[in-house]
T-cell receptor
Framework: ETGVTQSPTHLIKTRGQQVTLRCSSQ?????VSWYQQALGQGPQFIFQ???????GRGNFPPRFSGLQFPNYSSELNVNALELDDSALYLC?????????????FGPGTRLTVL | GEDVEQSLFLSVREGDSSVINCTYT??????LYWYKQEPGAGLQLLTY?????DMKQDQRLTVLLNKKDKHLSLRIADTQTGDSAIYFC????????????FGSGTRLSIRP
């Protein structure tokens, strides 16, 4: 059973650019969630995708968007990057229908915006 | 509202017990969690407790839930150097089962 993987590991962008982060869900999972973790903070929920549809969204602007593919892999897209977007982006997969909403986290992508 | 608060740092001697405390605001939360994050790694679920439980024990870990005071604690018995990490308290609100709300994390350091 493979775990949650994310790519790339690190990324450096400049303000105003666009970025795409990728995530492969754990085998058997049908749901993917994305979180932003700023330095010294806990993860903040961005959104969740279930069956290729957005299934809940946190307090993030529309320039944060996502996709979930039929194989349950996912992308997080951020347009018009701002300096405050510098953070660790975590992807988590889970199975809706499970008993306690356990979300399995990947190692994250560290994004630096200059 | 949805908010989770926890102290930032805790230092304990190796072999002692560590107790990490957390308060949360959403009384409708169905599940409460403790996650561990080591440097350069993602989040690892340590344990969880359902909101209708008072206590849960899992090997060296004991979780206590005081629902009246909205207080959650994690006790790690016989703390080892490998327990050094950041520990996050988190809740899953009933109103939005898709998301998990995390605290800011408690950095646990172990003294020899």
């Amino acid at each position: 059973e493979t775990g949650v993987t994310q790519s790339p590991t690190h990324l450096i962008k400049t303000r105003g650019q666009q970025v795409t982060l990728r995530c492969s869900s754990q085998s058997g999972h049908n749901t993917v969630s994305w979180y932003q973790q700023a330095l010294g903070q806990g993860p903040q929920f961005i959104f969740q995708y279930y069956r290729e549809e957005e299934n809940g969204r946190g307090n993030f602007p529309p320039r944060f968007s996502g996709l979930q593919f039929p194989n349950y892999s996912s992308e997080l897209n951020v347009n018009a990057l701002e300096l405050d977007d510098s953070a660790l982006y975590l992807c988590a997969s889970s199975f809706i229908g499970g008993t306690y909403n356990e979300q399995f986290f990947g190692p994250g992508t560290r994004l630096t915006v200059l | 509202g949805e908010d989770v608060e926890q102290s930032l740092f805790l230092s304990v001697r190796e072999g002692d017990s560590s107790v990490i405390n957390c308060t949360y605001t959403d009384s409708s939360s169905t599940y409460l969690y403790w996650y561990k994050q080591e440097p350069g790694a993602g989040l690892q679920l340590l344990t969880y407790i359902f909101s209708n439980m008072d206590m849960k024990q899992d090997q060296r870990l004991t979780v206590l839930l005081n629902k009246k005071d909205k207080h959650l604690s994690l006790r790690i018995a016989d703390t080892q150097t490998g327990d050094s990490a950041i520990y996050f308290c988190a809740e899953s609100p009933y109103s939005s089962a898709s998301k998990i709300i995390f605290g800011s994390g408690t950095r646990l350091s172990i003294r020899p």
